[in-house]
């Protein structure tokens, strides 16, 4: 290409812009419309001028937020309103009370608001600092021409106009117009979804085409991988084609989780509740007393702002964060950085996975896995780039002599003398690349077929001139000897083939010229080919067999090069004339191999009931052929492409998702739409990814999960967790810790429910029916004072005592054996169901009428005619309701497994119920106590009567369990 023109540089106007798709401009038009210069890039002023006018080259992020209001927001809850609204009405009756003492009631329940919100926002803001943290790692740096000299900069300080250096390694910085390329290949998977990496031209388009077909642009956020390039930024930050796909989150709205959801209508449900409980009461006693008195008026608020806080569990809130903090503790023990709290619970909740291929199922490692040849074929074991793995003629390993070795020996010594990639190892033995990730496959080749494993190098017999040379140098040194590169023919899309020409030291300088590129296109170019190390000529009996077996790599949804090579003579010219009458060696197939967790991980997910589909943008035929070897779907399933899903509306693409489970070529807007129409048939969805493509998807999703090493900035913050690992299978862990925390939080509140429950009716029952048991006087039926059956001190004592202690104990409960064989929750599915409201009433009417009846065994008159007075009856019914709840516990732990089922498997929750029994036994037996709390102490026998009571709980709990599998046995 002849070089680029260079305009004067003049003053920016409001109309010097890049033209709106560059890739359809000339090169000489981009640079004039950007008023910059092809050989000198923009001056340091002009550079500043525009950075100030458009601002930094980076995405669009909200503002952090200001800590008060980070705080604040986790107020933002019903059930907290109801809290802070009892507080509110406690603190008012004890200030028209006279201010006696302390708001105890107001100050617990603030306490305990308070620790809730500063649990949620600790680990919000310890999460934001592993984002932040990984933002860090990532941190990209640009090559720039400015004044006419090169410096290295960070790349959010790039503007339009300026020149980027693009060479091997390089992140490109910017949206950019190539000006000039030699060999310039680009990883744009993290933008396209795409896993190969692509060829550019400097050639203008003759029509407009998507970002993965532009190949005279690069892009903000992908790679070089090969060669280098000289390019003019067109576009930055938000208006680069990684803003456009960043700015369609700004429309996507975020969902709250099933969990969020839930506790949002069981704060609504038990504020009505709790607010039609207290007026009943308070109402019942207006009708029945005559109040004579403030005192009496202030004596019946108490009752009710008490009742109100019966009702309500006020410790639920700061429990469920506790419970889910530890889940996000233990998640990321294993790798997982989990944003927000409930997600862990929609983790737990998750029906369907959709997985990116690239880089979340496969390991995006290119690998060569067969080699062909005309003596027969091989399998090439090991996957990745780490070095171990050997060739496997049959179910045999490769004979070191013979026909099939020197030929496969030559396929792979051609394939990495036609190349560029490195191989290296690092301190750590960790093996990497640099380069191109399909010329490094052949690298990682050449070192199983030496039998160089990690950590030495074997005794081999290398492919050298005289056929057997043996030594403990690795094969890039002995390559490296014997071959000295001359010259290069770089890779084109119209050749689809790359050469080099290189001396043979061996065979006194002889220049070989090696070939690798597409095995259709270098068929045409060979008339011979080698047998062993004889050549025979290429005849059309020899080019259809080959050509067979290029099918056969095809229809495996193979990536496949093949080599070939000859002999140029002294005077020969190294063009694109010299890539002819060719011979041909061999061809290999590549693929992008499936991470090694991750089919066992799909077996879980899928024994679990969790649907696992791909989503990519790669090629169908590769889509299903990975889908098939991890277990996604079955050999010959249907795929659905971007292109086709464009057709179809949304009925029938409710339809398409309901039957297909590998979608590919898909664009960002496919993603989206694949990821409602699932949410939209109930389904719950966690999406995985790691490239920008990915972002808008993952913020739809309910849970969006994207990679913490080779994800993008954009997709980090898109998620709702990363994963730090990149392991697929760690997703399944953590759908198994959601459901173990999904049911230790039905296990506490159905043990709250019920419990809060049974004071309640204990009150309203005790109001109501206070004549039958004994415990309204004369006095109080003529208009006296009113009796209760509790005080409100002691009714926040139980609250104390048995509510957080328990609950938080049963939110470690162990996970249970058949967590992941159950079926996932349905979206619309209750976390209290029917079935658990009905249980909770049972077991709340049954410790109220036990609390009630045990009150009027210590009173006189009543069912039972009792000699206690009425302190000693009211710290009998305490106890008991007390030691029900701590009995009710245990039956909480399962709706049908019996209490004695391991019942010692949470040593948490028998030292919470000890430490409750003593507080219990305090309260009665302290003076201090007695006075603060209206109680008086018991007698031995009068304690086995507590106990006694307290135990027809859990008789009637098993009773009702053993009953429930009756019915389900049959």
Same mark, same amino acid.
């Given at each position: 290409m002849k070089p680029v023109s260079r305009p004067v540089q003049h003053d920016l106007t409001p109309d010097m812009s890049a033209p709106e798709d560059p890739s359809l401009c000339d090169v000489s038009e981009v640079v004039r419309r950007l008023a910059s210069d092809g050989e000198r890039g923009l001056t340091a002023a002009l550079a500043a001028e525009r950075l100030r006018r458009d601002g930094a080259n980076a995405l669009r992020v909200m503002p952090p937020r200001a800590a008060w209001r980070r705080m604040l927001a986790q107020l933002a809850d019903p059930l907290v309103y109801l809290l802070l609204a009892a507080a509110g009405v406690a603190l008012v009756a004890w200030f028209v009370e006279g201010r006696q003492g302390w708001p105890t009631d107001a100050i617990v329940v603030a306490l305990v608001v308070v620790l809730n919100a500063l649990l949620g926002y600790l680990q919000e803001a310890k999460a934001a600092n592993a984002v932040a943290a990984l933002a860090r790692m990532t941190a990209v740096s640009s090559t720039v021409v400015r004044d006419g000299v090169p410096s290295r900069i960070a790349a959010a300080g790039l503007v339009c106009g300026d020149l980027l250096l693009l060479a091997e390694g390089d992140a490109v910085g910017a949206d950019a117009r190539l000006l000039r390329c030699a060999s310039l290949r680009v990883q744009e998977s993290s933008l396209t979804g795409e896993s190969e990496a692509?060829?550019?031209?400097?050639?203008?388009?003759?029509?407009?085409?998507?970002?993965?077909?532009?190949?005279?642009?690069?892009?903000?956020?992908?790679?070089?991988?090969? /060669? #280098?390039?000289?390019?003019?930024? %067109?576009?930055?930050?938000?208006?680069?084609?990684?803003?456009?796909?960043?700015?369609?989150?700004?429309?996507?709205?975020e969902a709250p989780t099933p969990l969020q959801r839930e506790i949002a209508y069981i704060g609504r449900a038990l504020g009505m509740a709790a607010v039609l409980i207290s007026a009943l009461v308070v109402a019942v006693i207006l009708l029945i007393s005559d109040l004579r008195s403030l005192a009496d008026v202030i004596h019946v608020l108490l009752l009710g702002v008490s009742l109100a806080v019966a009702a309500v569990p006020e410790g639920l809130p700061a429990i469920i964060s506790v419970v889910l903090a530890l889940g996000v503790l233990r998640m990321a023990r294993r790798h997982a950085i989990v944003k927000n709290l409930a997600s862990v619970e929609t983790l737990g909740s998750t029906s369907v996975i959709a997985a990116d291929k690239t880089g979340t199922l496969t390991r995006a490692q290119m690998t060569i896995v067969r080699v062909l040849t005309p003596s027969g074929a091989t399998t090439v074991s090991g996957v990745g780039?780490?070095?171990?793995?050997?060739?496997?003629? !049959?179910?045999?390993?490769?004979?070191? #002599? !013979?026909?099939?070795?020197?030929?496969?020996?030559?396929?792979?010594?051609?394939?990495?003398?036609? /190349?560029?990639?490195?191989?290296?190892?690092?301190?750590?033995?960790?093996?990497?690349?640099?380069?191109?990730?399909?010329?490094?496959?052949?690298?990682?080749a050449e070192r199983k077929l030496a039998g160089v494993a990690a950590g030495g190098v074997k005794? &081999?017999?290398?492919? %050298?001139?005289?056929?057997?040379? #043996?030594?403990?140098?690795?094969?890039?040194?002995?390559?490296?000897?014997?071959?000295?590169?001359?010259?290069?023919?770089?890779?084109t899309s119209d050749r689809k083939m790359m050469s080099t020409l290189n001396a043979d030291h061996a065979q006194g300088d002889a220049r070989v010229l090696v070939c690798k590129g597409a095995p259709d296109v270098l068929l045409l170019r060979c008339t011979r080919l080698r047998l062993g190390t004889t050549m025979v000529a290429l005849d059309e009996t020899w080019r259809q067999r080959l050509l067979a077996d290029l099918a056969t790599l095809s229809e495996a949804a193979l990536r496949t090069l093949a080599v070939a090579y000859r002999t140029l003579a002294e005077d020969e010219a190294l063009n694109e004339a010299a890539e002819q009458r060719l011979v041909f060696l061999g061809m290999v197939g590549i693929i992008d191999p499936p991470r090694h967790e991750v089919a066992a991980a799909v077996r879980e997910a899928h024994g679990a009931g969790i649907r696992v589909i791909m989503i990519t943008g790669d090629h169908p035929r590769t889509a299903l052929r990975i889908a098939t070897d991890l277990g996604i779907v079955a050999a010959g399933s249907p795929v659905l492409t971007g292109v086709a899903m464009d057709a179809l509306d949304a009925q029938a693409l409710a339809v398409a998702v309901r039957h297909t489970s590998v979608f590919a070529r898909v664009a960002p807007r496919n993603k989206l739409r694949i990821v409602a129409a699932l949410q939209a048939a109930g389904e719950v969805v966690a999406m995985t990814g790691d490239g920008v493509n990915d972002a808008p998807a993952l913020k739809a999703a309910d849970i969006g999960i994207a990679m913490g090493v080779t994800g993008t900035e954009v997709t980090r913050e898109a998620a709702r967790m990363i994963l730090a690992d990149d392991n697929f299978a760690t997703i399944v862990d953590a759908v198994r810790e959601g459901r173990g925390v999904l049911d230790n939080i039905r296990k506490f509140l159905r043990y709250l429910l019920s419990s809060n429950l049974g004071e309640v009716l204990t009150v309203f029952l005790g109001v109501v029916g206070a004549?039958?048991?004994?415990?309204?006087?004369?006095?109080?039926?003529?208009?006296?004072?009113?009796?209760?059956?509790?005080?409100?001190?002691?009714?926040l004592w139980i609250n104390l005592v048995t509510d957080a202690g328990p609950a938080l104990a049963m939110g470690v409960d162990p996970i249970a054996g058949d967590v992941m064989a159950r079926r996932p929750r349905r979206r619309d599915e209750r976390v209290i169901d029917a079935r658990m409201w009905f249980g909770v009433v049972e077991i709340g009417?049954?410790?109220?009428?036990?609390?009630?009846? #045990?009150?009027?065994?210590?009173?006189? !008159?009543?069912?039972?005619?009792?000699?206690?007075?009425?302190?000693l009856a009211r710290t009998a019914c305490f106890t008991v309701l007390v030691f029900a709840q701590l009995f009710n516990c245990f039956n909480a732990r399962s709706e049908d497994v019996s209490a004695f089922a391991q019942p010692f498997s949470n040593r948490w929750l028998w030292a919470t119920v000890a430490a409750s029994v003593?507080?219990?036994?305090?309260? &009665?037996?302290?003076?201090?106590?007695?006075?603060?709390f209206g109680t008086t102490p018991l007698s031995l026998g009068q304690w086995g009567v507590c106990v006694a009571m307290a135990s027809v709980v859990l008789g009637f709990s098993e009773l009702r369990k053993a009953v429930n599998r009756w019915r389900h046995a049959r």
């Open positions: 692509v060829q550019k031209d400097v050639a203008t388009l003759a029509q407009a085409a998507t970002p993965g077909d532009r190949l005279c642009m690069v892009f903000k956020g992908t790679a070089v991988v090969q /060669g #280098t390039g000289t390019a003019i930024v %067109t576009a930055t930050g938000m208006a680069s084609e990684m803003g456009r796909i960043a700015s369609l989150l700004d429309a996507t709205e780039y780490t070095p171990q793995g050997e060739f496997l003629a !049959g179910e045999v390993p490769l004979p070191a #002599t !013979g026909n099939l070795r020197d030929e496969q020996a030559a396929v792979i010594g051609g394939g990495c003398l036609a /190349g560029n990639a490195r191989l290296q190892q690092a301190e750590d033995l960790h093996w990497a690349i640099q380069g191109d990730p399909t010329e490094a496959a052949f690298l990682v005794d &081999v017999a290398e492919d %050298t001139a005289d056929g057997t040379v #043996t030594g403990r140098d690795s094969p890039e040194a002995l390559r490296q000897q014997r071959f000295s590169r001359i010259g290069e023919l770089p890779f004549g039958v048991i004994g415990l309204a006087s004369p006095d109080a039926v003529t208009g006296g004072v009113v009796v209760l059956p509790l005080l409100a001190a002691q009714i009417v049954v410790m109220a009428l036990t609390s009630l009846l #045990t009150l009027d065994i210590f009173l006189p !008159g009543g069912l039972v005619e009792g000699t206690g007075d009425l302190v003593l507080l219990q036994m305090a309260v &009665v037996h302290l003076p201090v106590l007695n006075v603060a």
